[in-house]
């Protein structure tokens, strides 16, 4: 991008996307995507100004910024500094419920206005789940996958998201372990459903595992593992 506002040639793009606009509050990489936006602007801002001056056959494109994010709480203001139209949207193809996990209760956010509402309490009686620190959380979304959900489950680090990944594929296994020789009936019962779930998507992660492997990087160790078992990180 540099180069081409270097050489004068960034009217040769007519479109540039940035996704994941709220990284210009980043503590660490925040600067460099807001200093490339302002070169841009300066650049477009001065290309438009001369653009009089151009045949009509030498006529420079219009190039458009989209930026595109989903947590950026001043969007009008970054709308303002982009000289941009604000365009908000809350459509989903697929309903998504935001869980909190607090011990070993679990709150669902509603409306800003309507705050938390307690929904259910994680009973962990009986079950030897590994990973105690996490254990409610771990559990809370295995159970989701029990009930024929996906979770997503938000991590403030990559190490985090990581650990948490390869901690519930670890008890997914032991679960199905377990469900073979544990006398603890509700143990038998998700070890036995966990099991049904991921014979029924077997092709479906052989496939991905297959993907990921033809992909310019390879296929990461830690996700190979946590994948066969329907757990993935990013």
């Not at 024929?148 to 190490?159: I, K, N, P, Q």
Request: glycine share 6%; net charge negative.
């Amino acid at each position: 991008m540099y180069s081409l506002i270097e050489e004068e040639k960034l009217s040769d793009i007519g479109l540039i996307i940035i996704d994941e606009l709220h990284m210009l509050g980043d503590s660490s990489r925040g600067y460099l995507l807001e200093l490339l936006l302002s070169k841009i602007l300066f650049a477009k801002q001065s290309y438009n100004s001369t653009s009089s001056q151009v045949d009509a056959e030498e006529q420079r494109n219009e190039l458009q910024i989209v930026g595109m994010s989903a947590t950026i709480p001043n969007l009008q203001d970054i709308a303002c500094w982009l000289n941009a139209q604000l365009y908000v949207t809350d459509y989903r193809p697929v309903p998504l419920y935001e869980r909190v996990v607090c011990g070993t209760e679990v709150y669902q956010l509603e409306a800003p206005q309507g705050g938390p509402v307690l929904i259910s309490t994680i009973n962990l009686t009986g079950l030897a789940i590994e990973q105690t620190y996490d254990a409610p959380l771990i559990f809370s979304a295995i159970d989701t996958i029990l009930n024929g959900h996906s979770a997503l489950v938000f991590c403030s680090t990559r190490a985090t998201a990581e650990r948490v990944s390869q901690a519930i594929a670890k008890n997914i296994f032991k679960f199905r372990a377990d469900s073979k020789k544990s006398a603890n009936e509700r143990t038998k019962d998700i070890g036995t459903k966990l099991l049904g779930q991921i014979n029924a998507a077997r092709d479906k992660i052989y496939s991905l595992l297959l993907s990921l492997e033809q992909t310019p990087t390879g296929l990461d160790k830690g996700l190979k593992i946590t994948v066969c078992f329907g757990v993935a990180f990013h």
